[in-house]
């Protein structure tokens, strides 16, 4: 037992040493046999596999690592720590080129979770794009896909927020469990939680950087059986998840959007270069190997937490589809402020708009 928990602690200090690539810990791996013996071994050691500044640098930062430390502040938010050892370690993660050696979990993961799909997008997303990441995650989940997300706002939170609606999302982090990103997110984090998982491979405190975000990105590619990208300018964040998920051999596929539209100039570019285009939760499902799918029973929620703004425009509508001008004059309410409500009820599940902006109570 106690050489069990010596190898696991190893494997959690190693983690937590920053210089210590994936390259560098294979080359210590390779010569020195297992994380104990690469946590304990000498500077000189580590000097004379790594080099001089390498080495050096390697010691430096071991020395300030504190394993224990990890497993306490994990443990006081009820998360855990697994290594790519364990029988728990996700096995779509073994198969990714650069499985990370540690996870910091809070919530479960599952064996149905191997059935997932990422939706991926960018942070500054249309309304639009909004809408269709929580609808087509929604559907996901209500199917028994898992819906795999980087918690960051806009297309990620949305296709979070449409998933919880009805089923399992998991969360991967670009910082650690302690520092989560965007803040204010603790509360998402606990929904999640409870109901699918949040993971991150960096230590628990570790803020994020600028090598921390797309560095997370194949986990959440690794995860999936494809990645879905709902919304992405020419340069954005969800093409780097597209290129770890080629590189790992899954499918793409990719929603259009208006060609007027920055946001989907880099969807929209996918699409040319090969990508499925996706316009409704049977394009998903003809494209990658799911297994038939029967919906997710769920008892109904009732439209719940909605302020008094909210709570008129909902019990306004009913099944026979309303205009934006004829809400403004039953409600009473500016233009500007019905508009934000109505893509608030619409990631809610609890509208849903029809032709000619027209919106009605979501079936």
């Known amino acids: 037992m106690w050489a069990a928990m010596e190898r696991k602690l190893a494997w959690i200090g190693l983690n937590a040493i920053p210089s210590l690539t994936p390259g560098r810990l294979g080359r210590l791996l390779g010569r020195l046999g297992g994380p104990v013996e690469v946590w304990q071994a000498p500077r000189a050691e580590l000097v004379a596999i790594l080099g001089e500044e390498a080495g050096d640098k390697v010691a430096r930062e071991r020395a300030q690592a504190d394993p224990e430390r990890e497993v306490t502040l994990a443990g006081r938010l009820g998360a855990r720590i697994i290594t790519w050892e364990e029988e728990a370690y996700p096995k779509a993660l073994k198969e990714i080129p650069d499985p990370p050696p540690v996870l910091y979990v809070l919530g479960e993961i599952e064996e149905k979770d191997e059935l997932a799909i990422a939706i991926v997008g960018t942070r500054r997303c249309t309304s639009y794009g909004r809408v269709v990441a929580e609808r087509l995650a929604r559907e996901l989940a ?120 920055e946001a989907s100039v880099g969807t929209n570019r996918l699409i040319r270069e090969g990508a499925k285009p996706v316009t409704c939760l049977e394009d998903i499902l003809e494209e990658l190997p799911l297994r038939p799918l029967e919906p997710v029973v769920r008892d109904a929620e009732p439209a719940t937490d909605l302020d008094d703004d909210a709570r008129t425009v909902y019990d306004l509508l009913g099944l026979e589809p309303l205009g934006l001008s004829e809400l403004v004059e039953r409600t009473g309410l500016p233009h500007s402020r019905l508009s934000q409500i109505l893509v608030e009820l619409e990631l809610a599940g609890l509208v849903q708009e029809v032709a000619g902006r027209r919106y009605m109570r979501a079936k």
């Open 142 to 261: 209500a199917r028994g896909v898992t819906v795999v997300s980087g918690l960051a706002p806009g297309i990620d939170t949305a296709a979070h927020r449409g998933a919880l609606s009805s089923g399992r999302t998991i969360a991967v982090l670009g910082t650690g469990l302690g520092r989560p990103y965007p803040a204010g997110s603790e509360p998402l984090i606990r929904r999640i939680a409870a109901s699918g998982a949040v993971i991150s491979e960096f230590p628990f405190e570790q803020g994020g950087t600028q090598w921390t975000f797309p560095r997370r990105n194949r986990i959440i590619a690794g995860l999936s059986l494809g990645v879905l990208v709902v919304e992405a300018p020419a340069r954005s964040g969800a093409l780097i998840t597209v290129d770890r998920a080629l590189e790992q051999g899954k499918e793409v596929l990719a929603v259009p959007g208006p060609i007027t539209s």
